[in-house]
């Protein structure tokens, strides 16, 4: 019985990471902006 219990708490758990992540990217959007940033000049020049 305690393994059910165990699975029902894992399962759980779960769900309500999912509905976290869904109010986060409800309330701050999609992280897009991150990878339309431009780099710092200094990571340009080490690059080139």
């Known amino acids: 019985?305690?393994?059910v219990?165990?699975?029902a708490t894992l399962a759980a758990?779960?769900?309500v990471c999912v509905l976290f992540v869904r109010a986060c990217d409800r309330i701050i959007g999609h992280e897009t902006v991150v990878a339309d940033t431009p780099e710092p000049?200094?990571?340009?020049q080490a690059a080139a």
């Open 13 to 15: 758990f779960f769900a």
């Open 5 to 7: 219990l165990f699975i």
């Open 41 to 44: 000049a200094g990571k340009q």
């Open 1 to 3: 019985m305690t393994d």
